[in-house]
């Protein structure tokens, strides 16, 4: 079984999700923080004490497993607690698929 996150997570800009500030689209899929953030920000992050962030499109996350030859057999969606993440009550964080190797 692979899990991943969702890759709508990273649609938004945690730091200000986290201020509970609005909920507004800030970034582009798939994220890679180390090209895509500004200079700035980036510095902040490299600064701070939090890892850099990348996602993955779901066409390399589902269809590399299908295109190394694995069969997807089930798909399943799960969520975090709405205290966990704001997003919690919009979509479902976290993906997993059970792919078998043919």
């Keep these: ?3 991943f996150m969702n890759p709508a997570f ?3 800009d945690h730091d ?3 201020k509970a500030e609005p909920l507004l689209v800030r970034n582009r899929l798939p994220l890679a923080e180390a090209t895509d953030l500004p200079p700035g920000k980036l510095k902040q992050r490299l600064d701070g004490p939090a890892a850099l962030e990348f996602s993955h499109s779901l066409n390399d996350q589902i269809g590399g497993q299908t295109d190394a030859g694995f069969v997807i057999a089930g798909f399943y969606e799960d969520g975090w607690t709405d205290e ?3 997003l919690n009550p919009y979509m ?3 993906i997993a698929t059970l792919a078998l190797k043919t």
Excluded: E, K
Aim: proline share 7%.
């Design 92 to 94: 479902p964080i976290f």
């Design 1 to 3: 079984m692979a899990g």
């Design 84 to 86: 966990a993440s704001r």
């Design 10 to 12: 990273f649609l938004f």
């Design 16 to 18: 200000s999700v986290d």
